[in-house]
T-cell receptor, first 112, second 113 residues
Framework: ETGVTQTPRHLVMGMTNKKSLKCEQH?????MYWYKQSAKKPLELMFV???????ENNSVPSRFSPECPNSSHLFLHLHTLQPEDSALYLC???????????FGPGTRLTVL | GQNIDQPTEMTATEGAIVQINCTYQ??????LFWYQQHAGEAPTFLSY????GLEEKGRFSSFLSRSKGYSYLLLKELQMKDSASYLC??????????????FGTGTKLQVIP
């Protein structure tokens, strides 16, 4: 029970599809994060939103597009993904960027 | 940038003690976290160290030496449910001045009867 929820939990999509991942936190935190976790690789930070300011990892391809309409909700819009984008996508939140991050259950994404 | 090293795998016996090490190289160090992650699940927070010394929390303890760029997670009275990956994560400021947390690859611990 981390107070961070993600939907869907599993997603299978083709390379031409457009889909969105949703994250919601009920902890009153001010920072939210998207991470990618691939097999046998460390967690890779993709995007950070802190007090409505976005910080991104410059190595993230433009086919991933985040949206943070308010401090409780975070989306990751996906379009024209590649099979190598198949991974577990984790959302996390923290009070601010200096504090402990709490993770959601993740979305297991498979790109065919 | 950062370089975080931890062993890939470890095996320990139920009821025993195991120490998982993490070394790091970074500038602007501002804290070290340990997370536990069971297979197919999200990471869960275990401990946080920002000052040198030992932090104890039940069966788990975490130690930090900032001068050596070294931390360890100590698990006592191991239980089968402790079989999981243990992630070391270091927080510092990146070149843009932003706080950033970088994760190691994790240590997969297997507890055997």
């Amino acid at each position: 029970e981390t107070g961070v929820t993600q939907t869907p939990r599993h997603l299978v999509m083709g390379m031409t599809n457009k889909k969105s991942l949703k994250c919601e936190q009920h902890l009153g935190h001010n920072a939210m994060y998207w991470y990618k976790q691939s097999a046998k690789k460390p967690l890779e930070l993709m995007f950070v939103y802190s007090l409505e300011e976005r910080v991104e990892n410059n190595s993230v391809p433009s086919r991933f597009s985040p949206e943070c309409p308010n401090s409780s909700h975070l989306f990751l819009h996906l379009h024209t993904l590649q099979p190598e984008d198949s991974a577990l996508y984790l959302c996390a939140s923290s009070q601010d960027q200096r504090d402990t991050q709490y993770f959601g259950p993740g979305t297991r994404l498979t790109v065919l | 940038g950062q370089n975080i090293d931890q062993p890939t795998e470890m095996t320990a016996t139920e009821g025993a003690i195991v120490q998982i090490n993490c070394t790091y190289q970074t500038s602007g160090f501002n804290g070290l976290f340990w997370y536990q992650q069971h297979a197919g699940e999200a990471p869960t927070f275990l401990s946080y160290n920002v000052l040198d010394g030992l932090e104890e929390k039940g069966r788990f303890s975490s130690f930090l030496s900032r001068s050596k760029g070294y931390s360890y997670l100590l698990l006592k009275e191991l239980q089968m449910k402790d079989s999981a990956s243990y992630l070391c994560a270091v927080r510092d400021k990146d070149s843009g001045g932003y706080q950033k947390v970088t994760f190691g690859t994790g240590t997969k611990l297997q507890v055997i009867p």
